[in-house]
């Protein structure tokens, strides 16, 4: 799941920006029923190649229909984003549309943070016309969101360097390491991945073992010291020798893009950040590949929510607004823009998106995360554990073993 993560702010200072962008009445947004509405978005996205040219659009549209009401539409880098939004919900002062990642949106919903969505949906086609990562979305048998994007993990190949080593692109994890061990010297890299502590780490980890048929879980406890998932791990730990190290996401794609790393491991969504931010080389010679493993692997990449706390008619008009996100022209925009398939599975992707076969496969593998309610629920200290486990490894030669042994006694329990 690559996005750029999270990293905990004093709260001060994380209130002081999160009010910022506020505007009045109940919420982030608000106004009487006759006045005008303020309602406020923040998010991550704005500012990023894509995102932004389709959320700016659904605004604009929204506005356009609802004349007496403004969505504020800014951003907060994802460093700080959840943090911000957990403070915000805690002084009572909720954005009114809210865009969660897979990090967080099951932690606010069992926390009682989020409006369940299901009167709503009820009266829509969604739960029959979207990705089935969507039905993931259960917490506590409700909804509490709709999905916006569905992802899958993909290589990144600048084919101009395999071709200069004589090398193809790899159909295997074998191939993969080989490769990148003999791309790897002289200030240049097999490969750009996370390298430090990152939220990604467990995602990208996750290709590995749920990619080459191994669980986390079995039933409903931890596996982790199964010898296939050893070995998953101990191949990841090898692919992470042929980066940067030190790296987290944001700083491994600006190695990619700079032409320094042959691969980048990353989200199928990098494709308009390579287009803006890429060297033309780098622009010229990118192919898209799956991840050289047995089986895909997808996950829920951004969901669209509303708080709990805001006012019924700001609730009403933050689920018209969801909803306009989901009309088939809307979803169209989105591959547009995006790049990517939308969750809605009759808008043709195949045309109109580079690689679409690469990325109908990511987006419809295998849900990395078990069908288990309370590995939801607690994902986020299971990625913040898992990711610092991972990083203990990529940084030493402890043995992979005892490392994910001791993991497995601190992880939350999921029974």
């Known amino acids: 799941m690559r996005y750029p993560k999270v990293a905990v702010l004093a709260c001060a200072g994380v209130l002081a920006l999160a009010m910022g962008g506020c505007g009045s009445g109940s919420g982030g947004g608000g106004g009487s029923a006759t006045g005008p509405v303020t309602l406020d978005f923040p998010s991550w996205q704005q500012n990023e190649p894509g995102y932004s040219q389709f959320y700016t659009s659904m605004v604009s549209e929204f506005e356009k229909a609802h004349k007496n009401v403004k969505i504020h539409f800014y951003e907060v880098t994802y460093d700080s984003y959840v943090q911000t939004i957990t403070t915000r919900m805690a002084a009572s002062d909720p954005p009114d549309i809210l865009v969660l990642p897979l990090t967080s949106y099951a932690q606010f919903a069992a926390q009682g943070d989020l409006t369940p969505l299901d009167s709503y949906l009820s009266k829509t086609d969604i739960l029959s016309s979207w990705s089935p990562l969507q039905k993931s979305l259960q917490v506590n048998g409700h909804y509490y969101n709709v999905l916006m994007q569905g992802a899958g993990f993909a290589l990144f190949v600048n084919k101009a360097i395999l071709a200069a080593h004589h090398l193809s692109i790899p159909t295997t994890v074998p191939q993969l390491l080989s490769e990148c061990k003999a791309l790897t010297g002289g200030g240049n890299y097999g490969i750009a991945m996370p390298t430090a502590q990152d939220p990604s780490a467990f995602d990208d980890a996750s290709t590995m073992i749920v990619g080459q048929g191994q669980s986390v879980l079995h039933g409903s406890s931890y596996d982790l010291t199964d010898p296939a998932l050893e070995s998953d791990i101990s191949q990841y730990r090898q692919l992470a020798s042929c980066a940067a190290p030190g790296l987290v996401s944001d700083q491994m794609r600006q190695l990619y893009f700079s032409g320094k790393a042959a691969m980048m491991f990353d989200g199928t969504f990098g494709l308009p950040n390579i287009e803006t931010e890429g060297t033309a080389s780098v ?99 299971i990625d913040t554990d898992f990711g610092a486990a991972l990083s203990k490894l990529i940084a030493s030669n402890t043995a992979v073993g005892p490392v994910l042994s001791q993991l497995q006694t601190q992880l939350p329990p999921v029974g």
């Open 283 to 381: 622009k010229k010679n990118t192919v898209m590949a799956s991840f050289p493993v047995s089986r895909q692997v997808s996950y829920v990449s951004s969901t669209l929510s509303i708080p709990a706390s805001i006012s019924s008619t700001d609730k009403q008009l933050a689920w018209e607004f969801i909803d306009q996100c989901t009309q088939p022209a809307a979803q169209a925009l989105f591959v547009k823009d995006i790049e990517s398939p939308a969750p809605r599975r009759s808008v043709d992707s195949t045309s109109s998106i580079p690689f679409s076969s690469v990325q109908d496969a990511a987006v419809n593998g295998v849900n990395m995360i078990p069908d288990t309610p309370k590995f939801v629920e607690n994902y986020t200290e």
